[in-house]
């Protein structure tokens, strides 16, 4: 195809990689008139020269920092999510077909997009990052000297506290052989560097906290603390975007899986959509809430979570709780208000 005058191309749709750029523009008659592919540098130089257009970009990696540099061009970029885009793939999976399809989606009036992050936003998810990594490291170290220390009879109650005297009881052991405890100590060695590189990540998490006012006043609910309260700052986009509380949970994938049909409601389990570390999050602090209701014997705990607890398994208690408090957050980050412990019914004093 023959490349059109730029004052014909409406929209683009791009599809991104890290040296390949597939470029499909439309005119105002909706005909194709933009079928191109082009390496980094070409694609950089095209869109200096062309004048401000939409341009379509799946939501992926490097999408934010295209989507920021198109923008300082002054062309209008949307973000669009993988899943939304590809109903409107044709046949087949390429490049080509890729492009075409962002293009055709970015069209649609019910069309939902991505916020565009900036890099601020960006470094603070990269610190969660950084620190779910490093747990998951953990997790994964402290299971590896349980299961040695297994091997030679040795075993400890569950938790991570347990860990560390684990290992000083197997470096006291004479009965293991010298091998054995000279590799638990490298084990320990590199325990003890990931507890402290946690805690310095923790610590700017929390420095993070302190200097944002929403996520001070987000930390009051109860289930949420320090840790939910920035998580739910750093990951959520604009609040003001969801209509209820209930679509912010129904992101998050707090809520119930429709399977209606012929007007018959089976609503299912969650739908797990959204970002899975923020939804467990809640949960977690969910179960933390129900657990110290129960330890104190039901005591200036809501009649709503009495009544749950006693009709439901915990388990699906607290994701109910955990619903309750997402929308409670999302309140909360729209009006600016602050928790009041009472006021938010029925959830009311739930810890």
């Known amino acids: 195809m023959r490349e059109p ?8 749709g791009m599809d991104t990689s890290k040296s390949v750029f597939q470029l499909h523009g439309v005119n105002g ?21 062309l004048p401000p257009t939409v341009v379509a970009i799946e939501a992926c990696g490097s999408a934010h920092h295209w989507a920021r540099f198109l923008g300082s061009l002054g062309h209008e970029v949307k973000l669009i999510a993988p899943q939304l885009a590809k109903p409107y793939v044709k046949r087949g999976k390429n490049d080509a077909a890729d492009a075409e399809a962002l293009c055709e989606a970015m069209s649609r009036p019910t069309m939902r997009f991505v916020p565009i992050k900036s890099t601020e936003q960006q470094a603070a998810l990269m610190l969660v990052g950084m620190r779910t ?7 994964q170290l402290a ?9 030679f009879g040795i075993t400890a109650a569950t938790g991570m506290c347990r860990i560390e005297p684990l290992l000083e009881r197997i470096a006291a052991d004479n009965v293991i052989p010298e091998l054995a405890r000279e590799l638990f100590a490298l084990h320990a060695k590199e325990y003890v560097q990931l507890l402290m590189e946690i805690e310095r990540v923790d610590a700017r998490v929390m420095e993070w906290h302190r200097n944002d006012e929403c996520s001070q006043r987000l930390a009051k609910i109860p289930g ?8 739910l700052m750093m990951k959520t986009p604009e609040p003001r975007q969801f209509k209820s509380g209930r679509d912010f949970a129904a992101w998050i994938g707090l809520t119930p899986r429709d399977h209606s049909t012929a007007g018959k409601a089976r609503p299912g389990g969650i739908t797990r959509a959204g970002d899975e ?13 129900i657990q110290h209701t129960r330890r104190a014997g039901g005591k200036n705990a809501s009649a709503w979570l009495l009544g749950l607890l006693e009709r439901k398994k ?3 208690v607290a994701v109910a709780l955990a619903n309750k408090i997402a929308r409670i957050a999302w309140k909360l980050m729209v009006s600016g208000e602050q928790y009041r412990k009472g006021a938010a019914q029925p959830m009311a004093a739930a810890a």
């Open 5 to 12: 005058p730029v004052e014909q191309i409406t929209r683009i």
């Open 29 to 49: 008659a909706e005909e194709p008139v933009l079928r191109k592919k082009l390496t980094r540098r070409e694609m950089i130089r095209f869109f200096e020269k």
């Open 133 to 139: 990594r490093l747990i998951q490291k953990r997790t």
């Open 143 to 151: 299971n590896t000297i349980r299961g040695f220390a297994a091997e």
């Open 224 to 231: 949420v603390g320090p840790i939910g309260a920035s998580l």
């Open 277 to 289: 570390l923020l939804r467990s999050t809640l949960v977690v602090g969910a179960t933390a809430v």
């Open 314 to 316: 915990p388990k699906l």
